[in-house]
Structure formats: structure tokens, C-alpha cells
């Protein structure tokens, strides 16, 4: 399949785009059919310097079935060659990398109309209410169980004595 795709040419951190037309199998800055124009993303976008393209070749490739990548098409879009295309929906990009995540892992939070909000807020509150009083209730229980568990850990500590003492006396036959 023929793609119009960029073909990044350019130092490190100081990038060029070739606009090529190129079977979608062929690595991005590998092989290529044709070039077709230049994109220097540095520039502003007032220069004409930043896009140059020829035309008459796109729309012929265009007409021979290739297909541009998004970004291609945006700028075949500016240049007024073919339609630009219908902007994507990304919530989450005007949000910093960091802070997606953080977001990410919470639930989304719902708006509400501030006249609802306190009647809900007054339902949830009352089940709280009650729920600390069922939670007194079973600490009581877990009180009595630590001093069961004391009298448990007062044989066991007789039990290293006894160990003690076998040990003396295997000592003493030896």
C-alpha cells in the first residue's frame, strides 16, 4: 500500500521531514519512490520557507491511490490540496504526563448541580453515623481476645525451660 509520509532527514533534535511517497512496508527513512516536499517543523508557521510541496505529484499519487498519514494530511490541509482532516479527541493531552497517570488510577469524578449535591451528601453521612457505633460494638470482643492470647503465651514460655533443662541433662550423661 502507498503511503505520503514523513521521512525524517536532520541533526539530533534539530529536525527536517521529506515528504515522500513510500510502500507502507519500507522503514520510515529507508526506501522511498519519490519525494514530493519538505517540512521544517522549527520554523513558525507564518514562513513559507516551513512547507514546501509539490503539488501536481501529490495529486497525482493521490489519484493513484496513495494514502497520506495524519500529520501529512494536515499539512496537505494548510496548503489547501485536500481537505483537512477532523481533529481527534484527546482529553488527556493539555494534562502532563505525571499527572495522567495519578488521574488514571482514580475514579473519574462526576459533576453534580449543587442542588443535588447536599441531598446526597446527607444520605451517605447517616450510614456513616451509624456504621462507628457497629464498629464499638465488635471492639469489645477483640478486647477479651488479647487476654486469652497472654494466657496462651505463658506455657509456651515455660516450654523453653523444659527445653533448657533436657539439654543440661544430656550434657550432664555425656
Known amino acids: 500500500m502507498l503511503k505520503i509520509r514523513l521521512s525524517m532527514i536532520g541533526a539530533k533534535k534539530r529536525p527536517i521531514y521529506k515528504i515522500v511517497i513510500a510502500d507502507s512496508r519500507f522503514p520510515r527513512d529507508g526506501r522511498f519512490i519519490e ?57 488527556q493531552k493539555a494534562i502532563p504526563k505525571k499527572d495522567r497517570k495519578k488521574e488514571g488510577k482514580e475514579e473519574p469524578k462526576k459533576e453534580i448541580p449543587k442542588g443535588e449535591a447536599p441531598k446526597q451528601e446527607a444520605k451517605k453521612e447517616e450510614p456513616k453515623k451509624e456504621a462507628p457505633k457497629q464498629e464499638a460494638k465488635k471492639e469489645e470482643p477483640k478486647k477479651e481476645a488479647p487476654k486469652q492470647e497472654a494466657k496462651k503465651e505463658e506455657p509456651k514460655k515455660e516450654a523453653p525451660k523444659q527445653e533448657a533443662k533436657k539439654e543440661e541433662k544430656k550434657e550432664e550423661k555425656k
Open 35 to 91: 519525494k514530493v516536499g519538505l517540512f521544517n517543523p522549527l520554523l513558525p508557521k507564518e514562513k513559507k520557507e516551513r512547507i514546501k510541496i509539490e503539488a501536481e505529484r501529490i495529486k497525482h499519487w493521490l489519484s493513484k491511490g496513495a494514502k497520506p498519514t495524519l500529520r501529512v494530511s494536515r499539512i496537505l490541509g494548510e496548503a489547501q490540496i485536500m481537505p483537512m482532516p477532523k481533529p481527534g479527541n484527546n482529553p
